[in-house]
């Protein structure tokens, strides 16, 4: 079976490989200011999804200091100033706050000449028109692509209650038609594995972003990391719930790719949970196993 993998979309579109650097805008959300809540969602933890974020520096230091992380893991043999990376703003909600503070933030970023894209992770509830406007502004200025991702988890509210979500369906349905208008890349984010969801429920939630037009630009399929210290892990130790095997994953990955459509991007397919912090499913952690388990059964499938 063959999809559009991140790594080949990155390569076509710019010449080579491209690499996240995961920074920090200094946002907070809503679901933990008091604004919708105080706890965020129940499996959140306090790092707010970016627990392997850049501290919160300047830009250009936090930038620095990513790249120093990720050339690590880079071939010598591709000089530095060959490199190219995406600005990647995961933790909590980056388009909650003052647009100017945000727009002089993402502004340093893409005026970096080695970063080719802005990715912003956010909530569809925190995307006024004054926060489009900037986006578009600075977009625009740049002459490089901002890509918007939309952390859904589910279509199906009983389970956006049960988390803690904090918006309706409608809201997500009205952000990205908004989106998708003014000519922004979207990025939904789907968690497989939430608590009281059946396998048909998580492939509905995917044939439903299959369907949506205008087409979705891409999606990161997640599984469910139950974390020390969030909602999620006192519910767990309280009443276990069913939690994937590293084979049911993969079998459900693999179903929920035969799903998307072929221009749709996968930027993720698991997700990493940080150790000192993940609870279950343990397997989780042995990254390079569940990565090849997961090529071979999609190779087979």
Request: proline share 6%; hydrophobic share 35%; glycine share 6%.
């Amino acid at each position: 079976m063959q999809y559009l993998t991140f790594n080949d979309a990155m390569r076509a579109r710019f010449g080579t490989k491209v690499y996240r650097l995961s920074l920090q805008s200094g946002c907070t959300c809503p679901n933990r200011d008091g604004t919708i809540g105080t706890g965020g969602c129940t499996f959140c933890s306090e790092g707010g999804s970016g627990d392997f974020a850049a501290p919160l520096l300047p830009i250009d230091e936090q930038i620095a200091a990513a790249r120093k992380r990720v050339d690590a893991k880079i071939s010598p043999s591709i000089a530095p100033a060959d490199r190219r990376y995406i600005a990647y703003f995961q933790s909590y909600t980056n388009t909650y706050g003052d647009s100017e503070r945000l727009r002089s933030i993402y502004s340093d970023a893409l005026a970096h000449p080695q970063i080719v894209a802005l990715d912003l992770g956010t909530r569809p509830d925190c995307l006024p028109p004054e926060m489009i406007a900037m986006l578009r502004e600075i977009r625009t200025k740049y002459g490089k692509p901002i890509w918007i991702e939309l952390g859904l988890q589910t279509i199906h509210e009983k389970t956006a209650d049960r988390i803690h979500r904090g918006y309706p369906l409608k809201v997500f349905e009205d952000a990205y038609r908004r989106l998708k208008s003014e000519g922004f890349e979207v990025i939904v984010h789907v968690i497989l594995g939430l608590p009281g969801e059946a396998r048909e429920d998580m492939l509905e939630t995917v044939r439903y972003l299959s369907l949506l037009t205008p087409a979705l630009d891409g999606i990161k399929l997640q599984l469910l990391h139950i974390l020390k210290g969030t909602e999620l892990a006192r519910e767990y130790e309280a009443d276990p719930f069913p939690l994937f095997t590293l084979d049911s994953y993969c079998d459900l990955v693999v179903d929920c790719l035969k799903l998307l459509p072929p221009q749709t991007v996968v930027h993720r397919l698991t997700g990493d949970g940080p150790k000192r912090l993940l609870i279950e499913p343990q397997w989780s952690a042995e990254k390079k196993r569940v990565l090849n388990t997961l090529s071979r059964r999609i190779r087979e499938a």
